[in-house]
RNA sequence: GGGGCCAUCGUCUAGUGGUUAGGAUAUCAGGUUUUCAUCCUGACGACAGGGGUUCAAUUCCCCUUGGCCCUACCA
């Protein structure tokens, strides 16, 4: 029975990191019908917060990767590491009986010049092992009486650690390479290493799958394992999600905290689809994957050993046509995930309206985030910015003021003749036609009667297109801005 | 410095001991009876370098180079 698990530490917003890891531990997991488990890493009490906590928490349920039947959150079947502080004291007594770790009393100071000499003389930095001779039962009275000491593990002398990683292939270390690395601040304040693999084992975890950046701990973590005298679990070492310039994704140089793209509007299957991409295909040219499709798809024998540099222009493109997609299946559900996004800047009185425009053909693609929507559908609403007559009399289409004073009245008159509700698209392809009927009529060209019209309609350079705007202004508002132009001109 | 990992278009990637090295995105150009957007068509664009192995290497091996990660009483 697969069992995994996505390990956050809640010193910080939810990082788009961890949701890709979090992902490809639930797709793991839901492919291969087991389960996930939820844990926060909170050991570190200086850093760790509960807002983060939540925050983490929140953003992985709302994005439907947590807290349903598979995947156990904390308070549910998940777990919280400051909670399970017995556990580890207990494995911590267990290491320290058998000699496998011992105390040390080196102060923080020494160990800091020490490092730094080694640094100078070009020597890779590692304990000198200055208190892994002291009798282990004088250690024990000292603490007892009170000194602090921290507790490191006693790595073996010449041994090779190997270990098959599932994406990687055999990854071997040597012991030298490690030192005796300190696994707890105390007997009740452990650190990450210890917590880690007394987590994965009692919680019986069979896959870790998590980020190339825990390679390296990866032997301390199975020294530890083995210890203890436990199994370890298989590894699964995921490829980095990059920067442009190709380092580990930061928010000095990207925005990470899924926040920030879910409120600027991109949608939460659109974001996980991407992030599928990152280190993952199928054979096929496929792109577009729902959550089902993913899950019955994925394998870890695809995923990539390479990192992915994050492409928001890819997901802008992603997150665009799940747009289009969500307009078409459901427009009543997506006015509703862009309502929050719209409030206060357009009317939202007449939600039919907004639905009508969103579905309208000529809308398609205009947005690729819900928070370009407002800025697309405000030509249709409130007033009009100012603009210069040169706007209407466009140079490029050889339009003469004498013209709009012509087509200006005309193409009221002719809208005048057309009765329409105000967002009736059916009588669009009917004022389409009566208004390219002037182009005839007065024996000119497209650009010089459609352009005026369409700047008249929107005040704007740019903007939907005249049918598209008369429809949805409505027929009095067409006639009062046809006015306004016309002054212009006058 | 040490250890580890990695290497196909700008980016995400497919792929094979013999292919015109495929797709997507981005960019550019043309078209879609006005603009913008959409859409369609097209163009541009990659096997890091050097050695091997082989009749044949982008593909297998080695080296180099480059990039990245780790190197805490953070996780």
């Given at each position: 029975m697969v069992r995994v698990r996505i390990a956050p530490s809640p010193t910080g917003l939810l990082h788009i990191g961890t949701v890709r890891t979090a992902l490809y531990n639930y797709l793991f997991a839901k492919h291969e019908g087991g389960t996930m488990i939820l844990r926060i890493e909170d050991t570190d009490k200086e850093r760790s917060t509960k807002e983060y906590e939540k925050d983490i928490i929140d953003g992985l349920?709302?994005?439907?990767?947590?807290?349903?039947?598979?995947?156990?959150?904390?308070?549910?079947?998940?777990y919280r590491q400051s909670e399970r502080t017995e556990a580890y004291t207990s494995d911590l007594k267990k290491l320290l009986e058998e000699d496998k770790a011992y105390y040390c009393f080196c102060s923080k100071e020494r160990l800091e010049k020490m490092r730094e000499d080694q640094t100078a003389k070009k020597l890779p930095p590692r304990y000198d092992g200055c208190c892994a001779g002291l009798d282990p039962a004088e250690?024990?009275?000292k603490v007892d009486g009170g000194e602090k000491a921290v507790i490191r593990l006693r790595i073996p002398q010449d041994k090779e650690i190997k270990f098959d990683d599932v994406?990687?292939?055999?990854?071997?270390?040597?012991?030298r390479e490690l030192d005796d690395f300190v696994i707890a601040r105390a007997i009740d304040d452990p650190l990450y290493n210890l917590t880690v693999v007394s987590d994965d084992h009692d919680m019986k975890i069979t896959h870790v799958i998590r980020g190339e950046d825990h390679i390296s701990n990866t032997p301390k973590q199975i020294l530890i394992f083995e210890a203890l005298g436990w199994d370890y679990p298989k590894y699964a070492h995921l490829p980095l999600i990059l920067n442009e310039d190709k380092s580990k994704l930061s928010k000095r140089k990207n925005k990470v905290s899924i926040d920030d793209y879910l409120n600027e509007g991109y949608l939460p299957e659109a974001l996980l689809n991407f992030l599928a991409l990152l280190g993952w295909n199928t054979p096929d040219e496929q792109e577009i994957f729902s959550m089902e499709e993913l899950i019955e798809k994925f394998t870890l024998d695809r995923v990539h050993k390479g990192g992915a540099v994050f492409d928001i222009k890819?997901?802008?493109w992603i997150n665009g046509e799940y747009v289009k997609k969500a307009i078409k299946d459901d427009v009543d559900g997506f006015y509703e995930t862009v309502l929050p996004f719209i409030d206060g800047k357009i009317p939202t009185d007449d939600p039919d309206l907004i639905k009508k425009i969103l579905s309208?053909?000529?809308?398609?693609?205009?947005?690729?985030?819900?928070?370009?929507i407002p800025e697309e559908l405000a030509p249709l609403f409130g007033e009009m910015p100012d603009y210069p007559l040169e706007l209407l009399a466009r140079e490029k289409f050889q339009i003469t003021p004498e013209m709009l004073k012509t087509v200006l009245p005309k193409a009221k008159e002719v809208l005048g003749a057309v009765d329409w509700e105000r967002g009736d698209s059916s009588k669009s392809q009917e004022i389409s036609d009566k208004l390219v009927?002037?182009?005839?009529?007065l024996g000119l060209k497209n650009g010089q009667v459609l352009w005026p019209i369409r700047v008249a309609l929107s005040g704007l350079e740019?903007?939907?297109?005249?049918?598209?705007?008369?429809?949805?202004?409505?027929?009095?508002e067409c006639a009062r801005r046809l006015d306004i132009a016309l002054e212009k001109v006058v």
């Open positions: 349920v709302k994005l439907g990767i947590a807290g349903d039947e598979g995947v156990h959150i904390p308070g549910d079947k998940g250690s024990r009275k994406i990687r292939g055999e990854t071997v270390f040597h012991s890819k997901l802008d309208d053909p000529d809308f398609e693609g205009r947005f690729k985030k819900l928070s370009e009927g002037i182009v005839g009529e740019r903007s939907p297109n005249f049918a598209t705007l008369a429809v949805y202004l409505g027929k009095e």
